[in-house]
């Protein structure tokens, strides 16, 4: 067994947050929040195609079971068909390795190739869509419509701007307008300095498909906040506060950014709280102190009633 490998990606399209995963051979563990584990491990299947099995096998995870510090390690049932690794591998390796690096959580994020749709004036990104660990078949990706939110997460009420349709729904349709169709896209490999270097495009010049944008060409967020009229603006604005702590895990933001962001948390003081340990970095100690306060005064009050 090799070393474990500990790392996070960023969930698009709707945001949804990081995912964590610490990863040795033939098994890993994967977490929204880094106290609940999805325990997966890898098999050999025949690939399907229409019914018809093709030559060779392909590695795919399959759920082994879950793990939690506080409720240990439970096995799921497996399919006996499937060649999976001996429940040792998990038992006296990967748990063991997890267990030991929760401490270096949050985990590094490694997925610096980013596909930004790009704007029908210039080209530029204008809402990020997904991102990937490597560069192995990025062209396979076909970007559909930018996702403001889940199905069950539609409590979104702008308060500073004038939209009287469903908030959201305006947000998707004001990236669908600034953007043509067919879909723009661009996969882009960041450096350290924020700098991109163009990688592959979909339905773009191809003398733009490896170019390369400075870092102020990317938003710093989920979509562009400068936009021409002052609805929008806000409306982009406002949607990344609601989104605050969930965007607060993210590890590459300014720290004015993160500020205003604390700031914004605030109102949602509970989910915050229970996304403080994987921020990376706290721009306000004193407003981080007061989420908790009132995070915890609200789940006694609802003990209460």
């Not at 229409?50 to 240990?72: D, E, I, P, T």
């Not at 270097?197 to 733009?208: I, R």
């Amino acid at each position: 067994m090799g070393e474990i490998q500990l790392y996070s990606q960023r969930q698009l399209s709707p945001f949804m947050g990081l995912v964590y995963v610490a990863s040795i051979s033939l098994a890993r563990a994967i977490s929204n929040d880094g106290i609940f584990w999805q325990i997966q491990v890898s098999c050999e299947t025949q690939q399907h195609h229409l019914g018809l099995s093709h030559a060779g096998l392909v590695r795919r995870y399959v759920l082994w079971g879950v793990w939690s510090k506080q409720a240990g390690l439970k096995a799921m049932p497996l399919d006996p068909m499937l060649d999976t690794p001996k429940d040792e591998v998990i038992e006296n390796q990967l748990i063991p390795a997890l267990e030991s690096s929760l401490q270096h959580m949050p985990f590094e994020s490694k997925d610096h190739y980013e596909l930004w749709i790009l704007d029908s004036l210039e080209n530029l990104p204008v809402a990020l869509i997904s991102t990937r660990i490597d560069g192995y078949n990025l062209d396979l990706l076909k970007p559909a419509h930018w996702r403001a939110s889940t199905h069950s997460k539609r409590d979104f009420l702008p308060v500073l701007t004038h939209i009287t349709t469903d908030p959201l729904l305006k947000l998707e349709q004001m990236i669908s307008d600034n953007t043509c169709y067919p879909i723009r896209s661009q996969w882009f490999l960041r450096d350290d300095t924020g700098n991109g270097t163009g990688v592959t495009a979909q339905n773009l010049e191809p003398e733009l498909h490896h170019r390369i944008l400075e870092n102020e060409k990317f938003p710093e967020l989920l979509i562009r906040e400068h936009w021409p009229n002052l609805d929008t603006q806000l409306l982009a604005r406002e949607y990344h506060n609601w989104l605050a702590p969930r965007i607060l895990t993210l590890q590459n933001l300014s720290l004015a950014t993160r500020a205003r962001l604390e700031l914004a948390a605030q109102k949602y003081a509970i989910e915050t709280s229970q996304l403080i340990n994987l921020y990376p970095q706290i721009a306000d100690q004193k407003i981080i102190n007061r989420i908790l306060v009132e995070a915890r005064l609200r789940t006694a009050s609802a003990h209460d009633a």
